[in-house]
């Protein structure tokens, strides 16, 4: 990580461009979370020569054209702080300036505030018949026999992905050869060049979108927001490159938070503990507007639902509903966490009703094979990995400490596909790929694997922010997929450049490389689930004042093969971290006009040091297979293999090489649920929801 | 708006890791935007606007201040480091290394907030208040990515065996 100097402290991040003749852009945000508009003067642009909607791009998003989210709203705002104007200026506090003299009139309406207001009233939208965007019927009507019935509700409240570097855009205009040039903070240029391509109507080619050094993302930066499209339109209109630099409120109040997912289970089951079915009504609040990945949510957590287990019998109304909100958005686990908070809080009301062991009904429950849920969720054999992590697990158990245990699936979001493009330039072998890098470490884990395939320096190596010339197509870096697909392409282009190699000089070595001007593009598709086990044990005491101090977080994981071990181990710690801040504090707070009353980091409850757990364990657990050492064994075979047929060599190695698996999002997903446990024991109160209270009542 | 002619600028005199500066500024503009708009200083990062996340950490006068909470004007006929002035002292190049070993970042973004708060502790050793264990320490500077654990433990690193870090892998 020798670039922390070089590459991460002095430049490179979107507010650190500086372009000659560049444009400020702000925005006139609403001051109500539902008002029908009149007249707007003294503004730059408007709806009046911008009516066009954002297009659903990004991180779960489908097409839907129910409610889409106009750029700029012509009559009617839908939530608090939504765009409704914007102005240009040379510098930001002269477009702060004109912003604050533009004059808006508002007839204030009455919000829908919550799901269950949304259920009850009038749809927000003219022409619909109620306010659920989406419905899924999951499972059938089930008729059995049981003994014991566990009732509950759970909510998972709205957060703030909320990275240290907000939201921001450089948009330039090439008159000449009619070309955008986009720098952006994201995670995916791909996402943003298509759906800037369909907002605005051009064609993706007229497009070039780069990535910026990016700051934190954990969901918010997958996704095209109409402010991008406002720049793009300014750099157009103006023939100047426009700027716009998110501030910390508009990311809290205006961005696209995630969770908000409320559930009303009922799980049956037999006198011993065995799970007979599970039924009820999960609830995404999906804000607003339709086209984020509030549309397909209530599918995606339904599908994982049965978690580690095997539940045979499911049947599930899940739905996503219209309210007065920024429109909702994934969040670090994005559909995950809210899952496996419910179902492992409803084992663990199971276990306590029949006062038994956490880890003996979990491992009762699992299926004893290769599992496919009733939802089409994929688990391999889980008994063999569970059984040995909670060995390790009930050997870090402190009889004088409240502990929460959890058993939970990662569901990794791999798909559609994804590319790599390796050019050799100034005898440096450059990588760029639509999985970018937004601060998980890409660089060093596409070093570790590319110096060893090609045996190539690390030296030698650059990893380069994406840029969508670059990339014909590609996905993003989110749900948990870099690492997987990454090793994936990264071993196709491999062998793809020994075979170009070899081609042109009928032999291989790394020098030719890198004297060469080899450039191999590849995009794969990748099909099938790809999920991992885990496991997550989080014990608790209480310090001078009665609050909770985490003594102590073990984590054992499946992780397959992990390439770079100081990453994953880095994922882990972050998302811990996360975990805590999800129970003890992070929330958007509403009140009942709808207006966002917690507008700054601290008041998002995002946490300082002073809860960092006083001790961390991580084990990795590695399934069978060629490790990362033994594959530098195997290399002449590879080279060998990839001078016939680059496309056998890499797939000869894969099948080979033990399998990779994701992380990024899992402590999200298991710690969460552990956490609440561990506090449900230690107040002797029932944690049913997160943030929770249960320490401050 | 406002220009140095109809008198709503203030001329300002500031020494910017070790270069003088004589210029114009709007009474209400920030530190943290002359020193990245106005001189180019870009280590000096904006998280929160808030006075809360510590990216923009500055030295000003040998105090830490948070660029984002004093106005230019206050800091006329100041001296102000940044990462960019301190980059080849012995330690904050020694603290440097430290948070490269220790897998002190992710993204990157809070890094020289966090640099130079350890730098400004440092220097100020004899001087500081010894129960402060380093999460205490750290309450002034947010870090999204690392959960804090590598961070406490490049702090450990540099101010020797004090407690209140994780001890993880």
């Known amino acids: ?697 | 708006m406002a220009n140095e002619e109809n008198g709503l600028r203030k001329s300002i005199k500031i020494v910017v890791n070790g270069t003088r500066y004589s210029l114009y500024v709007e009474p209400r503009m920030l530190l943290v935007h002359l020193l990245r708009d106005k001189l180019g200083i870009k280590s000096v990062h904006i998280g929160c606007d808030s006075a809360q996340c510590g990216a923009c950490s500055v030295i000003m006068n040998n105090k830490l201040v948070k660029s984002c909470n004093v106005f230019a004007v206050q800091a006329a006929d100041s001296e102000i480091l940044t990462l960019e002035g301190l980059k080849d002292n012995p330690l904050m190049r020694s603290a440097i290394d430290s948070f490269i070993k220790s897998n002190a970042y992710q993204c990157g973004y809070c890094t020289p907030g966090m640099l130079n708060l350890l730098y400004y502790i440092k220097s100020n050793k004899d001087s500081a208040d010894a129960s402060l264990d380093i999460n205490d320490m750290l309450i002034g500077n947010i870090c999204r990515c690392t959960g804090y654990i590598n961070i406490i433990k490049a702090f450990k690193r540099e101010l020797g065996a004090q407690d209140g870090g994780s001890d993880s892998r």
């Open chain 1, 1 to 697: 990580m020798e670039d922390l100097i070089a590459d991460r402290c002095f430049k490179g991040y979107i507010d650190d461009i500086e372009l000659d003749d560049m444009l400020y852009l702000a925005f006139v945000r609403s001051r109500y979370a539902r008002a029908r508009i009149g007249r707007v003067e003294k503004a730059d642009i408007t709806s009046k020569e911008l009516a066009v909607f954002r297009g659903a791009s990004g991180e779960g998003a489908i097409e839907s054209n129910r409610a889409l989210e106009p750029v700029f709203t012509r009559d009617t705002v839908n939530y608090y702080q939504q765009p409704i104007a914007a102005v240009v200026a040379d510098d930001r506090y002269a477009a702060y300036d004109k912003a604050r003299d533009v004059e808006v009139e508002y007839l204030p309406l009455e919000p829908i505030t919550s799901i269950e207001e949304s259920l009850k009233k009038d749809p927000i939208h003219k022409g619909m018949s109620s306010n659920i965007n989406s419905y899924y019927k999951l499972g059938a009507p089930f008729n059995i026999d049981y003994d014991i019935k566990i009732e509950a509700r759970l909510y998972n409240d709205r957060i703030v992905p909320d990275p240290l570097e907000t939201r921001g855009i450089v948009a330039c205009y090439d008159r000449d050869n009619d070309k955008l040039k986009i720098y952006i903070s994201t995670q995916s240029v791909i996402s943003i060049r298509r759906g800037l391509a369909n907002s605005l109507n051009i064609p993706e080619s007229k497009i070039e979108v780069i990535q910026s050094l990016t700051g934190g993302g954990f969901g918010v930066k997958g996704a095209l927001y109409p402010e991008y499209i406002v720049a793009a339109y300014a750099a157009m209109k103006y023939n100047r490159p426009v700027k716009w630099i998110e501030t910390r409120e508009e990311h809290i109040a205006a961005s696209n938070p995630g969770r908000g997912v409320l559930a009303d289970l009922r799980l049956y089951a037999g006198s011993n503990g065995a799970i007979k079915g599970l039924e009820g009504k999960i609830y995404v609040d999906n804000g607003a507007y339709s086209g984020t990945i509030g549309d397909f949510a209530p599918r995606f957590i339904g599908m994982q639902i049965t978690g580690a287990y095997k539940i045979d019998n499911i049947n599930i109304d899940s739905y996503s509903v219209f309210t007065n909100k920024a429109p909702i958005g994934p969040y670090r686990g994005a559909g995950r966490p809210e899952a496996a908070f419910f179902m492992e809080r409803l084992i663990d009301k199971l276990a306590d009703r029949l006062d038994l062991d956490p880890f003996e009904i979990r491992l009762m429950n699992m299926p004893e094979n290769d599992y496919r849920s009733p939802l089409s969720l994929e688990i391999k054999s889980p008994k063999r990995f569970f059984e040995r992590a909670f060995r390790l697990l009930k050997k870090e158990i402190n009889s004088k400490e409240a502990y929460g245990v959890a058993s939970f699936v990662l569901v990794s979001g791999v798909g559609p596909g994804e590319s790599i493009r390796l050019k050799v330039k100034d005898k440096k072998l450059n990588i760029y790929s639509g999985a970018n890098s937004h601060g998980q470490g890409h660089s060093r884990l596409l070093k570790e694997i590319l110096s060893r395939l090609l045996g190539v320096s690390r030296d030698d190596i650059v990893y380069n922010y994406a840029d969508s010339d670059y990339l014909d197509d590609g996905t993003g870096s989110w749900g948990s997929r870099s690492a997987i697909a990454l090793y994936t392409i990264a071993t196709y282009a491999a062998a793809h450049a020994i075979n170009a190699v070899y081609k042109r000089y009928n032999q291989y070595k790394p020098e030719l490389l890198l004297s060469s001007d080899i450039d191999v593009y590849i995009y794969k598709e990748f099909k099938g689930q790809h999920n991992s086990l885990l496991t997550a044990l989080v014990s608790l005491d209480k310090d001078y004042f009665d609050k909770p101090v985490v003594k102590k977080v073990v984590f054992v994981a499946d992780i397959g093969m992990p390439i770079a071990k100081e990453n994953v181990y880095n994922q882990i710690k972050g998302g811990i971290m996360q975990s805590i801040g999800q129970l003890y504090s992070e929330r958007v707070i509403y009140d009942n006009e709808g207006v966002v009353l917690n507008r700054s980091l601290v008041g998002a409850g995002v946490q300082t040091a002073i809860n960092t757990p006083k001790r961390v364990k991580i084990v990795l657990i590695s399934s069978r297979g060629l490790g990362l050492d033994d594959i530098s064994n195997y290399i002449d075979s590879f080279i060998e293999a990839s001078k016939k047929d680059p496309e056998k060599a890499a797939e000869e190695l894969l099948s080979k090489s033990k399998i990779v698996n994701g992380i990024g999002e899992a402590p999200l997903i298991g710690v969460v649920p552990a956490l609440a446990r561990a506090l449900e024991r230690l107040y002797s109160k029932e944690v049913n929801e997160t943030p929770t209270d249960v320490f401050y009542s």
